[in-house]
Structure formats: C-alpha cells, structure tokens
C-alpha cells in the first residue's frame, strides 16, 4: 500500500514545469475570452444569444444545477432568472476578468471571477432545453486553473513579486529552480488529461450503446452530412453525403478508434503528439464538413504540453531544448518544490 501510495503521489505531484502550466492558463483564458469575443454566430454562446434567451420567458427556462448555485446569492435556490442586464455585466466580467487572468494581473481574484462569468454564461445557455457539451471540459479547466500555481511564472503578478524581491534589502536568494518548478504544479495538467480521456471514452461509448458496431457501416455518417447539407445547403457536405456510404467507413472507424483509444496518449506520454496530431485534425474536419464547433478541446489539448516538449519529434523540440525548457520537469529530474502560493 505504501508503495502505491507513493507511486500515485510522484504521478500526480513530483515536480513539473511553471511554465507549462502557465501556458495552459495564458492558452484556456485568452482562447476562451477570445471565442466570446469574435463568435456572434452562437457556436461558442455569444452574448446576443443570451439576452434573446432571457428575452423569450420563463416557461422555457429550466436551470441546470451549476446556475443555481452561481445564482444563490441573487435568490432562493433555481427560482431565479436572469435579466439581460445581468447577462450583460456578466459578459463583461468574464471579458475583462478573463483578458487580466490571460495577463496573470490580480491573477488570483479575476481567475477566479473569469471562471465563475463563463461558467454562468455556458450554464445559462444550456438551461432553455438545448444542452451540449463542447464548453464542459474548457470550464472544469479554468476553474482548475484558477485554483493552481498557474501564474507563478509568465505573469503580471510574477514579475512585481520579482522586482519587490530586487528591491527588497539583501536576505537569503531563492535558487533560479524557485521559479521553475512545483509539486503542483502537475496535478492540474493530469486531471485535464484524465478528463478528455473521459469525455472520449464516453463519446465512443455512447456510439457503441445507440449504434452498436453499425455505427461504422459508413451511412450513420452519410446521414449527418445530409442533414448539415439540408440545414446549411453547403456544397462540401451535400458532395460527400452523395458519395457512396462505403467510402465513410474508414472515417467511421478512425473516429471510433480514436475516441477509445485516446487514453493511450495519457498512459503513453510518447504517443501523446500522435494524438494531439489526429484530434486536431479529426476536429476541424468535422467543423469544415459538418460545422460541429469543438475549438475548446483543440484548445485543452495543450495540457500535454510536457509530453510534447518532451518527445515531439527531434526536429521540432531543438528550440526547447535550446531554451532549456525542454529539461525544466522532465521525468526524473530533481526539481525544487516550490509553493503554490
């Protein structure tokens, strides 16, 4: 016991990279403050969706749990609707919340204030009877990181701590590797990853419930590039719904595969490049075919950062590796433990 209990102690907090973690949090904040931004369309919940929402009344709203408990301190517990005045302060804290947590300034107070805005948001669109679950994984992510070490390093708040200690009168220095590493500064990075392999395992296990092994006779596929060429009338997806269900099946099966399989890139750090290669690619076909919008998870994907500085290909680690970067965590490295603080 003692043996796994250390095992499982080394996984989820020996010493990792600042950095990485940091470029999850500049990555998820700014992305995400990004998408609000530059997506009226309502793929990703922009605001004119939400005040059309709380415009249409209230028969229609039925509150999932995550906005009844942001909206607690407003009223009793699910009989509060928001106005669209509240929407629209709401969109402006998560977009000057989100642009200060992307920065690390007050990193702390506006992580914190970010994650809660867009979770709002994401859980008010959802609560008039359409539920998805692109935006899921990206919310349990910038609440994550708004509770880790994730601005220790490239940050606002980072750089005044730096220049206070040069000013502060001459005492003990801490060692270059204070501002390098930390024991948590891997946990959030593993539960994210943990996380996609989750969502999708429970993507292709839904296929196997619903459609059995006839998921992949290539006319499920057909099926949805007619009904996105029926909606849309794009000529790309109504050419391939017209393409002979046989030639589908080998994307069928990709698709499945790699929805089981992804837990490999997890397991096996050294495969993780293959997988972040596929899904991106894998996601935005199906966003140029089907307009099926899974950003955010290409996104997420960079919680494998330490995997992919680690064992990308040579060519493309040498700048990493000049850097020094490419050593700061490494598997059993020797690293200092620095605070989350």
């Known amino acids: 016991m003692r043996r796994l209990i250390t095992a499982l102690d080394r996984y989820w907090f020996a010493p990792a990279s600042l950095r ?37 009344g209230t028969p229609l709203y039925q509150p999932i749990a995550a906005l009844k408990v942001l909206l607690l301190p407003w009223g009793p517990w699910g009989e509060v609707q928001p106005s669209a005045t509240f929407l629209t302060v709401t969109f402006g804290v998560a977009v000057v919340a989100g642009v ?43 609440n994550v990181l708004a509770v880790a070490p994730s601005t220790q390093v490239w940050s606002v708040d980072a750089a005044r701590r730096r220049r206070r200690a040069r000013g502060a009168p001459s005492g003990p220095s801490a060692p270059a590797d204070d501002y390098e590493s930390s024991v948590f500064a891997r946990w959030p990075l593993r539960l994210m990853q943990w996380l996609l392999a989750l969502g999708y395992l429970s993507a ?7 459609g059995g092994l006839g998921w992949v006779n290539g006319y499920t596929l057909t099926y949805h590039f007619l009904s996105e060429a029926v909606r849309s009338n794009r000529e790309t997806a109504l050419f391939l719904a017209s ?21 490999v890139a997890v397991l096996v750090p050294r495969t993780a490049w293959l997988y972040v290669v596929a899904g991106a690619t894998f996601h935005l076909a199906v966003y140029a075919t089907m307009r099926f919008a899974f950003f955010q998870t ?20 040498s700048p990493l590796r000049r850097s020094g970067w490419a050593r700061v965590g490494a598997p059993g490295r020797a690293g200092n433990t620095a605070g989350a603080g």
């Open 204 to 210: 292709a296990g839904s296929k196997l419930y619903y």
């Open 100 to 142: 200060l947590a992307t920065i690390g300034l007050y990193a702390r107070a506006t992580m914190l204030c970010a994650a809660a805005a867009n979770t709002l948001l994401v859980a008010h669109y959802y609560s008039y009877g359409e539920f998805h679950h692109a935006e899921a994984l990206m919310m349990i992510a910038l």
């Open 243 to 263: 393409l002979p269900p046989w030639t589908h099946i080998v994307p069928s099966i990709f698709a499945l595969l790699f929805e089981l399989t992804f837990v």
């Open 20 to 56: 990485d973690l940091a470029l999850v949090r500049i990555l998820a904040f700014g992305t995400q403050t990004l998408f609000f931004l530059l997506f009226p369309g309502g793929y990703l919940r922009s605001l004119p969706d939400q005040i059309h929402q709380a415009q249409v």
């Open 298 to 317: 290409i996104v997420l994907y960079c919680v494998f950062v330490e995997s992919l500085r680690l064992y990308w290909p040579k060519a493309l680690r």
